[in-house]
Structures are given as C-alpha cells and as structure tokens.
C-alpha cells in the first residue's frame, strides 16, 4: 500500500521553532509538498522539494531526503496564527492528476 | 481574483435523493481533482480529471460520479447518496506546469440523514 506517516499533534509557545516529519512509502515519488488549514478552511499550498535538501520561504522551510522517504516542515519564529493543521502530499505519479495526502498534523501555539 | 469555486457550502440531504456539487475555476488549469476530508483519515482523493473528456478514479470512487465537459467545470455526482457519505469535500485544481501548487476551493459540507 501507499502510505504517508505524521505526528497527529504537536504543541509549541510563541516565537518557538518546531519541526514536523513526514515519512512516506509510496510506489513512485516525484515530489513532497506541503500544505496548511486552518479549522473550517480550505488547504492553501506552502511548499515543494522535488530534490533532496532545504527549501526556504519565509518563517516556513522545507526538507527532503529522498533516499530516507522523509521530509520536514519547519516553521520558526512561531505566531498564533501557526495555529492550524499541516499536511505533507507525495505526488506519486509523473503523468497524472494523483496526490496522497498524509492525515494531517495538528499545530497548537501557545501564548 | 483567481480562485476555485464551489456550491453548495453546506448542503443536508437524505438517503438516496441524488445530489450534484459544483466546482469551477477561473486559472485555466488542466488538472481538477475532488477530495474528500474526514477526522483521522485526512484528505483523500475521489476523483482527478487531467483535461476536458479525461478523467480518472481516485482512492474512493464508489458512489460517486464525475464529468468534465468544460475545462473549467467539475461536477462531482452522487447518484444515491448514503450517510457514509457525510464528509466534508474540497474540489481542487492546478496546471500542467506549476503541477505541485494546488489551489483548493473553500469546500462543501455534506450531510447525508
């Protein structure tokens, strides 16, 4: 089977750095994103690596190591509005429309 | 403004009393895909459409249709809506070159009684 493994929780206080994992098993690979929603919305894209290494945007930074099938997403500099549920998605396919989505990891910051 | 639509927002229905949810996009994208999101098993996709005529099951297909006729419109079609099929659904869509961004519509809650 295809499967894509997160912690379900994970607590820090503001301004804090926090990492969170994504292991995958999948039968092709062909990039890692990540995505995030807040409570009731709709999942807004936040980044991709295709090849291994780190990619920076802002707060938000991405990993992937393709020979260990995982990646991280990392936030620093933690606000409130982090507060919301992070999603790794492998595409798994070169030539259609199919992502797997992991089950999703719930970010709590603290005051 | 670019986005993706859907309607209903909320929509509560009975067993078995067909049911058809819109989704439209304005990017132009080739590819269009219906996910649906439930507590535990994050989103999982129903159904993908990679241009207008072409579409493809996802991981959960049964008791749903699709159709893709324009290349801005994917209707997702229950024929016979059950209450397992009380789940919240997002339609989504991206194009043939940026294809790692998906851009979601702000999703439909179903319940079926």
């Known amino acids: 089977g295809q499967s894509l493994e997160q912690p379900s929780e994970v607590t820090a206080v503001e301004g804090a750095i926090v990492q969170i994992n994504c292991t995958y098993q999948?039968?092709?690979?062909?990039?890692l994103s990540w995505y995030q929603q807040h409570d009731g919305g709709a999942p807004t894209f936040l980044s991709y690596n295709a090849l291994d290494g780190l990619e920076e945007t802002g707060r938000f930074s991405s990993f992937l190591s393709r020979s260990d099938s995982y990646g991280y997403l990392l936030l620093q500099e933690l606000q409130m509005k982090d507060s919301a549920s992070y999603f790794c998605?492998?595409?798994?396919?070169?030539?259609?429309?199919?992502?797997?989505f992991g089950q999703g990891t719930t970010l709590q910051v603290k005051p | 403004e670019a986005q993706v639509t859907q309607n209903p927002r909320y929509l509560i229905t009975v067993t078995g009393k067909k049911l058809t949810v819109t989704c439209s996009q304005n990017?132009?994208?080739?590819?269009m895909s219906w996910y649906r999101q439930d507590p535990g098993l994050g989103l999982r996709q129903i159904y993908y459409s990679m241009n207008v005529e072409v579409t493809d099951k996802g991981d959960v297909p049964e008791g749903y249709k699709v159709s893709r006729k324009e290349k801005r419109n994917f209707p997702l079609i229950l024929e016979s809506p059950s209450p397992n099929q009380t789940s919240l659904y997002f339609c989504?869509?991206?194009?043939?070159?940026?294809?790692?961004?998906?851009?979601f519509g702000p999703g439909t809650r179903l319940t079926v009684l």
């Open positions: 989504a869509s991206r194009d043939r070159v940026n294809y790692n961004e998906q851009f």
């Open positions: 990017m132009n994208h080739e590819y």
């Open positions: 999948t039968s092709g690979f062909y990039g």
């Open positions: 998605a492998v595409r798994a396919s070169s030539n259609t429309g199919k992502l797997i």
